[in-house]
């Protein structure tokens, strides 16, 4: 392995990773808020929320504009439900995720969150997640009006880290998300489980400690070697209640 892989940051996604997607129950009210069948709504809520993320847009911009793809209309008081609820279904947090860049942190490793979020739950984040100060460097695509997987994002991510892209890993769980970030370099996982991915990184980190590297990178691959018994449970995939 060169030494461009001896890596000095780890990099989460929030959504799907550091927080759970939304439940079915969530999605099924939200649909029904909207007046849609589950299906449709879900196919327009994953693609149509660019501008949003990208902070072009409040809720009271994007529910409308939802709704023109939709080829339906809401009412203001529909746009206040869906709005209240849009932003509650994205706080289920990974208990076992955030445990385990606190982890990574302890052992040296540089920690950031780069992610897709819309402006109105970035403020109430930053209010009351004491969460987000287990991460050294925090990305947000409305602060900088780019999202992923554009380019521009992730060199900003690197600006920010001082960082190399080989020496960074990345982990969100969106493909399209990782595949934009390999082709810069970056060092990217995709994200299907807690245990899945606390095996790859300790793989990755024992990997780097196996050449000549930082006493950083050997500090993180013993730390990582023996799950701690609070991280031991598998995440399902289910959300918190």
């Known amino acids: 392995m ?3 892989h001896r890596f000095k940051a780890v990099v989460f996604d929030y959504g799907g990773v ?3 997607p939304p439940r079915e129950e969530d999605l099924d009210q939200l649909a029904a808020i909207a007046g849609l069948d589950r299906q449709t709504f879900a196919e327009l809520y994953g693609t149509t929320r660019e501008p949003f993320d990208r902070g072009v847009m409040t809720s009271s911009d994007y529910w409308p504009h939802f709704a023109m793809h939709a080829r339906t209309a809401l009412t203001p008081a529909q746009i206040g439900e869906l709005a209240a609820l849009d932003l509650r279904v994205w706080r289920h947090m990974n208990a076992s995720m955030i ?3 606190s982890e990574l942190r302890e052992a040296g490793l540089r920690t950031a969150i780069l992610s897709n979020m819309q402006p109105e739950l970035l403020r109430i984040l930053r209010a009351d ?4 100060d287990a991460f050294d460097v925090h990305v947000f695509s409305c602060d900088l009006q780019m999202v992923k997987p554009e380019p521009e994002i992730y060199r900003h991510l690197l600006a920010a880290l001082d960082a190399l892209p080989g020496e960074v890993i990345f982990v969100d769980d969106m493909r399209v998300n990782v595949e934009a970030a ?4 970056i060092h990217a996982l995709q994200y299907t489980s807690f245990p899945e ?3 790859q990184l300790s793989d990755l980190l024992a990997q780097a400690a196996s ?5 950083r990178a050997a500090a993180a691959t013993v730390r990582l070697s023996t799950p701690k018994t609070s991280m ?3 995440d399902s995939g289910s959300t918190p209640k």
Do not use: Q, Y
């Not at 997640?129 to 987000?132: F, G, Q, V, Y």
């Not at 050449?211 to 006493?215: C, E, G, L, M």
């Open 2 to 4: 060169s030494a461009t």
């Open 197 to 199: 991915l606390r095996s």
């Open 99 to 101: 445990a385990l860049v």
């Open 182 to 185: 390999r082709a810069l370099g």
């Open 211 to 215: 050449v000549p590297s930082s006493s």
């Open 18 to 20: 550091i927080c759970h």
């Open 129 to 132: 997640a004491a969460w987000l």
């Open 232 to 234: 031991a449970c598998a």
